[in-house]
Nanobody, 123 residues
Framework: QVQLVESGGGLVQAGGSLRLSCAAS????????MGWFRQAPGKEREFVAV????????NYADSVKGRFTISRDNAKNTVYLQMNSLKPEDTAVYYC????????????????WGQGIQVTVSS
């Protein structure tokens, strides 16, 4: 069992930055690929970024490439999402998730989910 808790969300102006953190409990954190997803009101949950267990491989949605960076610190059981040059369309609830099957970009590929955290970008 893995429990995930996100932090670092909030309100920021367009062009600003935020860093989300996701702290994981449980063992064997490095055996999970960790992903970030987001869900805006009235829309489906969508993939944002994913990082492999030891951080060697990452993958990003086209909409965030060059602006967002995913990283992890396995000693702290934590994954991060650095978000720069934020746009109003980045406004959503952001979720972190753990996948035992490796790098996946689909919602159904993940085994555990955090409760989500709000990110609001004002124009």
């Amino acid at each position: 069992q893995v429990q995930l808790v996100e932090s670092g969300g909030g309100l920021v102006q367009a062009g600003g930055s935020l860093r989300l953190s996701c702290a994981a409990s449980g063992r064997a954190f490095s055996t999970y690929a960790m992903g970030w997803f987001r869900q805006a009101p009235g829309k489906e949950r969508e993939f944002v970024a994913v990082i492999s267990g030891y951080g060697r491989t990452t993958n990003y949605a086209d909409s965030v490439k060059g602006r967002f960076t995913i990283s992890r610190d396995n000693a702290k059981n934590t994954v991060y999402l650095q978000m720069n040059s934020l746009k109003p369309e980045d406004t959503a609830v952001y979720y972190c998730a753990a996948a035992s099957r490796g790098i996946v970009t689909m919602v159904r590929g993940y085994d555990y989910w955090g409760q989500g955290i709000q990110v609001t970008v004002s124009s």
